[in-house]
């Protein structure tokens, strides 16, 4: 199949003391506008289920649990599982995973229309610190209540594409993209959850951290030549706002769907897969145009050296 109707699902805000059975049944509401509307995958944001707690700091991190799931699906996503099999619609959503061996994951999936999950990706890049730091006008403690990913970049074949996952901060990294592009992504999903306040300098504003967050989407999905749906959790939460701004771009780099608001919205665009291979057989044949045998520091150096003199 080269055409599908795509979606992403905005979701705004979701306050400390939601349920997962009402933000669930918020996703339901905007699952069953995209069934409406003929979409067959629907992507929904970063941590879809629960506020985004990594602004609170809590001493002890067990504290926290209760913001994790420890099976997957379970009854609180059920409905959401049955209603997109009812469908025959293709999803994916971010959660927070707390493994049985203890550890804590930012964690998205993808779920075939049947309802199968045929692929789970961790977080690799993830920004802020791990201690409280009081110059911080506010806190963003991912590294504090989550591990680094270790499952890396993976694809899948669903619903006859090629099909991969980001979350959040990893769209700013060029490595997340181009480790999809090597194994011929077509539709890259990324949810996030973007705090709209600086935590150090005071100067920038929430236009030029939109301008970043497009500016990484649709470089990424242009350098890859595949389809892109980059999907917000934001508006308020407990007084924090995150922004919103989710967008679909296509394998050119452009955006060919906005959300408006910053609430719970559903953009939705025509996606032909056909688009991508052009790209892909031109400008960004990698295996005709790739040297690397030049680009070892990538994979083998972490930080900056500058030159001694
Ligand atoms: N959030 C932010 C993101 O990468 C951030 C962190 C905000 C980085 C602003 C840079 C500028 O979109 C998450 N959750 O990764």
Redesign the pocket.
């Known amino acids: 199949m080269t055409k599908m109707t795509i979606a992403g699902a905005q979701i705004g805000g979701i306050q400390k003391d939601e349920t997962r059975e009402e933000v669930v049944a918020r996703m339901i509401a905007l699952m069953d506008d995209a069934h409406e509307k003929g979409v067959a995958f629907i992507a929904y944001p970063?941590m879809t289920l629960t506020t985004f707690f990594p602004r609170f700091y809590v001493e002890d991190r067990a504290d926290f649990d209760h913001w994790f799931e420890t099976e997957m699906p379970n009854a609180s996503v059920q409905p959401l599982f049955e209603r997109a099999r009812e469908y025959g619609m293709g999803f994916t959503f971010g959660y927070c995973e707390l493994t049985p061996e203890g550890e804590h994951f930012n964690t998205s999936i993808i779920v075939s229309p049947k309802g199968e999950i045929l692929l789970s990706y961790r977080k690799t890049h993830l920004?802020?610190h791990a201690e409280f730091e009081p110059e911080r006008t506010h806190q963003?403690l991912?590294k504090r209540y989550f591990l680094p990913g270790d499952t890396g970049f993976n694809v899948v074949r669903s619903q006859g594409i090629i099909m991969g996952m980001s979350i959040?901060?990893d769209r700013?990294w060029p490595e997340s993209w181009r480790v999809l592009g090597l194994q011929g992504v077509q539709l890259v999903s990324i949810g996030?959850?973007?705090?709209s306040q600086?935590n150090l300098s005071k100067d920038e504003g929430i236009e030029r951290?939109m301008y970043?967050?497009e500016l990484s989407v649709c470089a990424g999905a242009y350098q890859n030549s595949t389809y892109a749906i980059a999907v917000a959790k934001c508006g308020m939460e407990d007084g924090n706002h995150m922004f919103a701004g989710s967008i679909i771009v296509d394998p050119d780099g452009f955006v060919i769907a906005k959300a408006q608001g910053e609430g719970d919205e559903l953009i939705v665009a025509e996606a032909d897969f056909d688009k991508c291979t052009f790209g892909k057989s031109t400008v960004f044949n990698f295996d005709a145009h790739r040297r690397i045998e030049h680009y070892g520091l990538i994979a083998s150096q972490t930080g900056v050296k500058e030159p001694s003199e």
């Open positions: 970063e920004p802020g963003h991912e959040c901060n700013r996030y959850n973007t705090p600086n951290r970043h967050h």
